[in-house]
């Protein structure tokens, strides 16, 4: 769910050059963890778990436009450093296929890593419950705090797209007639009250929430439909793989979590 | 061909695998040992391994190719523990394993054969000459440019042997091993034959040892010079000749039958200097049979002093009817 | 759209597009952003829209499916948009209008090239640990994909799962029980990672097997440049994107 739908030109330049930069930042970081590991090794571990979130994706809960992604298992079975890279790949493949903004790239590695990591991190806090034939609630936990904090950061960037720097708000929207980017577009913050006669609102406003607010309860409520979806399927696919080939998720001794035994 | 314990004269070549007593265990518990009985594949060699499924065919070409360590015995190829085989002894292996989709790596055909010219850093002109004449000695060629995930089942089978053999150029150079699980499974008779006499110029021309697995047991008499049969359990239950190992096994399945007693028979008559050839269809080999019974009842008529002049002869004798679609020469 | 959708347009069309070369098919996405970018006012995003409908028509591209793509991700954008509300729709216009049409660019490219051409590129100037990484996503995918499909045939000729049609991926089980979806779902998807898993490891042994010393770069087929092909792409980038940027000088600017 936590993938920022919004099309190229749209989210202010310095947002999605932020974005970039932290994803540049994390995947340089994560390449290095990981290829002390062995770069012929960590080359088709990510290749494939990539691959899977690639095909996982194709799994689509039709009503609510609800795209199964599988980041939490991913992030359990790969851990942050190889998930981080895998994330990027996965963003940048998912974007040329129409789904996502080829500016948003960064963001949405950034966010996408997040489930990957907090999955990871949830999981094996809760790996001594597992041991003891509650896989699957594990796994469907991790999967729930792990989408409902992404969405929260999801909601914090959607807001700062419209959050006024110092200078002008930008939309992102290249004004060739004076060389700057267009001006705000976005009233900000979440409750608005306007007195009457007042600038651009000459009509008085109940103090009620603003656009953006309702935005977050839509987002919220969706949100908790698709992390219960995904925390169901999640937990399921948990229980099958510690019932069939424990190794992968580290719950037996002997084995890294990708399968692999170790020396 | 030289091995080195037929005891006669002339240099003794080492082995270029040897596996003694190789003991393996997977992670449900079950487990794979050879044995006794010693592998070796010696160079100009061709060594066959034949059993029934789950009889540890490809646990034990993995251990050979150095990708699983063994928990016992020893695994030594190119003169080296297996598992502490080095990547500068990669180019002198050529493997292909069972499902050809776990080693296609490239995303298009010529990708795919040029990926172990490319990274042994061969020239470019030169690594375009090896691609084009693998790909062509297994027909893929016009396939070149094809992604990979097109290609039917048989035509990655043949383009997993065409990368694994692309540096074998027919002229001079050739791996000094190669190892083939399953290489016959999935290809069609031309696709077979190719395949065999590749395996046989290899051997003769290069001097390379060759072992493979395989259930397709028509080609063995053709290509090997050594069989070792397993059984449940990886162990070794016997080596030799292909004559001395298959037709007196017990045979693991009425299709195997067949293929035993179709193999047997060939070897016998090859024993008797009638050797059928590898190019036999039915048509011709009924043409054969049906000439052998007939000059059988011809001789056995005049013992008994009968004549066998004219058109009007009855039938040979026949084992039962016709198979509907069989092209007869004679009418029943 | 799925991956395996777009690779098969990519890899089986001969239309002018399939053939052009990949440098001026570049073209396409940079219209697409360029517009963008540029744009206020959803009267020239519609109408680049609607070229670029032309232009896949011209190459024989499926329509139906790119429209769709582009479309789908409305109502999410739909969603932001709201966010942005200002009494103003054609506000609402422009942001889902620039998605659709940079969606649409970026669809045009990759229907019409194959990844591998795409993939020898960047493969040459990426880390390794990203390009080599990506062709083998692009490798696992398809054999991934069949492996789920056999899973689910498995599934479903075992009775685990119904359909209204004869054939379908289990996300269109539209006649199985609903408590059965979530399992077989789960089913489905540890399959899956179990494959994916074993498919790694195979890849790590079958880099080691073939000798594997850091280089794995698609080899490059771009195809020659076309005289037609080379002028309608770039003239037709410089020619829209020139009339987006009058249009926003000339101030026939809707978006207040």
Redesign the interface.
Known sequence: MTHIMVGDGVLPWWLSGAGILAAVVLVTIASRQVTRTGSRRAIPATGVMTALMVVVMSIEIVPIGYELHGTVLAGIILGPWFGAISSLLFNVVRAFLGDGAITNIGLNTVVTWLEMAVGSMVFSRLRPFAYRGRASLCGGIATAVSLSLSTLVFLAIIALSGVEPASAVHTGSFDVATGTFDPEIHSGGLVEVHLPGSGEHPEATVAGLTPFTWFAFATLFLGALGWAIEGLVTGVTVGFIARIRP?LIGLSAGSDGLGR?TE | MNSGNDGLPGPVFAPVVEVEDLRHHF?DGTAVRTGDIRLEVYPGECVVLIGPNGSGKSTILNHI???SKPFGGTVRTLGKPSHLLE?SH??N?A?V?Q?P????????V??DV???P????IAGGDVARLVESSLRRFGLWESG??????LSVGERRRLALA??LVLCDGEGFGPKLIVLDEPFAALDPVGRKTLTELILDMRARHGTAIILTTHYLQAVPDIADRVYLLGQGGRILRAGAPLEVIPTVPVWGSESASDATWFALRMELASRGADLGTDIDVARLADLMEEWVLTSVGASDQRVGGSRAGSEMPCPARIGPVPKGVRTTRTP | MRLPSV?HSA?SGSSWLHRASISDKVSLPLTGFGVAAISASPVPLVSVYAVLMIVAWSASLPLARIVMATILPVPMVGLYALSHWQSDWSVIAVILAKGMVTVEASLLLMLTT???DL?AGPTRWLPAILSQSL??T??AV??LW?RLASVQRAIQVRGGIRHRRAHGFPWEAYGTPLLRLPRVGGIIVGMAVIRAID?SA??D???????????????R?DGARRFPAAFILWGGCASIVGIATAVRLMGWDLAG
């Open positions: 190794g035994p | 992670e190719l150095g990708l990547d990669r180019a292996i493997a394993v499902n989709d776990d080693q296609l790596i490239g995303p298009t010529k990708d040029a990926f172990l490319v990274n042994l850093g440019d094809r992604v990979i995930h097109a990368g694994a | 690779d890899t194959p990844a591998p993939l062709v083998l692009y490798r398809f054999t069949d498919l195979t890849y042994d079958a880099l080691r097997l073939r000798g594997y010393r850091g280089l794995m770069h698609p080899t087929r």
